[in-house]
């Protein structure tokens, strides 16, 4: 089969390692030049991964038969739809059914129609001073967030970036009036208190299977302190669970998923593709954070490594509509995934720095290395103001998997930053007991 991925980061140099395991031909479309998938694909082309018509037709030229979408912003404009026009297979969402994502008012909307668990105080303004009355009715716990699209970067929370209810309004008034996000929009949600999770879920549009969970890292420093951003790190655990949830947990968060998606069927806008919700677990259950259109990044990279059955033939029936749980099945290993970003990531990040990465090191240490934002020059690797490239390591338990993770790490020289608490035992453990806590 000819599969064509959209998208040039590191989720998508795991999504491209998934279909080269199945037995087809690998074509790229991307932005950017990612060094691992160049070296895998068939044929690559590079391009504004946005532009409906030169997907279509570098895609038609192809005899492309399936394509996957990495990314949300393709769905957003429609790639899904004219592909699907076009008589190829796309496992992902089409424009209408991504809007769980590029939305996050329809989101809200959706659950509050039909009833859905887990969803939170909120109210969407596109006038400050209303959005001032209720972000002081909810005494200032709040987080402030842009409407529409961000790429992880927008949201902002009493307490962690806010300091006051000043602070508060003052962003929200920011969002409306900047149009940050594209939509002169603010949605203000309670802020809630727990742990984060993701969970990942392949979806045919009428039921979804679930992935094993995972835990990512999206503030910038240690010890999760400093801005947010598209993550730094994530872990899962052989269980398919984390180290601070029950299965009850995790159950929850997947009948909440196939509640959305029968609900977007109920809509007219049938969801096919893989679908991934944030979660926070809190003392009072747990609640939807976001919705994504697409596999995570970094989580990705987590959870299909561990896929043992055809990738392909999942994707396949996504897009058919007739996928069965036999088709899936996850080896149980701990996995822990750390991002190499340039210096400065997140606030002033350094580009065209040289880094150097020594693949058979890595590979020597039974690390996998996933490319991510980086130019390749005569065959040198440099840095671009994203992040550069991830390592996952992957073991029975977690602390080996991490050690993997560090190991293989020290192959990779140059200007970099890494959050090296990630997976330690130290940070697990302390989510462990904060958890406790809430619970009593
Ligand atoms: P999002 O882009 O919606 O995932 O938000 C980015 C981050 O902000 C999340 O991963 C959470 O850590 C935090 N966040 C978002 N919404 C809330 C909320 N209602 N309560 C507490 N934290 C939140
Ligand atoms: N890991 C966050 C995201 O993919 O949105």
């Avoid at 944030?278 to 994504?292: A, Y």
């Amino acid at each position: 089969m000819r599969v064509l991925v959209i998208g040039g980061g590191a989720r998508e140099h795991a999504i491209c390692s998934a279909v080269c395991k199945s037995d087809a031909e690998l074509y790229a479309f991307m932005k950017n030049a990612n060094p691992g998938i160049k070296k895998i694909a068939k044929d690559y082309f590079l391009h504004d991964e946005c532009n409906a018509q030169k997907v279509l037709s570098y895609a038609l030229n192809k005899n492309i038969e399936l394509a996957i979408i990495g990314p949300e912003a393709p769905e957003e404009a429609g790639v899904t739809n004219v592909l699907e026009k076009h008589g190829i297979m796309v496992a992902s969402p089409s424009k209408e059914a991504a809007e769980i994502e590029t939305n996050k008012e329809f989101m809200r909307n959706i659950m509050e129609k039909y009833r859905i668990r887990g969803s939170v105080k909120w109210k969407s303004f596109s006038n400050a001073e209303m959005a001032k009355e209720f972000i002081e009715m909810l005494s200032g716990e709040v987080a402030v967030k842009p409407v529409g699209l961000t790429g992880g970067k927008g949201v902002k929370v009493a307490g962690d970036h806010l300091k006051s209810i000043e602070d508060a309004v003052k962003y929200a008034k920011e969002v409306i009036e900047k149009k940050i996000g594209g939509i002169g929009k603010v949605i203000i949600e309670e802020k809630v208190v727990g742990e984060e999770f993701t969970l990942q879920a392949f979806c045919d549009g009428k039921n979804i299977f679930p992935m094993p969970a995972v835990q990512d890292h999206k503030r910038l420093l240690p010890d999760d302190k400093g801005p947010n951003t598209g993550g730094m790190g994530s872990y899962s655990c052989k269980d398919g669970i984390l180290p601070f949830m029950t299965y009850d947990d995790y159950e929850e968060a997947a009948v909440i998923l196939q509640k959305i998606i029968e609900a977007l069927k109920r809509e007219g806008r049938e969801y096919k593709g893989t679908i991934y919700g944030q979660f926070m677990l809190t003392s009072d259950g747990v609640k939807v954070i976001e919705i994504n259109a697409r596999f995570g990044d970094p989580e990705a990279m987590n959870v299909l490594p561990l896929l043992k059955t055809d990738f392909v033939d999942i994707c396949v029936s996504m897009a058919e509509g007739n996928l069965n749980s036999k088709m899936i099945s996850f080896e149980a290993k701990s996995t822990v995934c750390k991002y190499v970003v340039p210096e400065g990531y997140g606030i002033s990040p350094k580009a065209n720095q040289e880094i150097f990465v020594n693949e058979e090191g890595i590979r020597e240490e039974g690390g996998i290395l996933f490319y991510a934002s980086v130019n390749e020059i005569d065959g040198k690797i440099y840095t671009t103001t994203s992040r550069s490239l991830a390592i996952v390591g992957i073991a029975e338990e977690i602390e080996e998997a991490e050690k993997i993770c560090e190991r293989s790490l020290q192959h990779i020289k140059g200007n970099v930053f890494i959050r090296h608490d990630i997976g330690k035992k130290e940070l697990i453990e302390k989510r462990i007991k904060h958890m406790e806590m809430l619970r009593g």
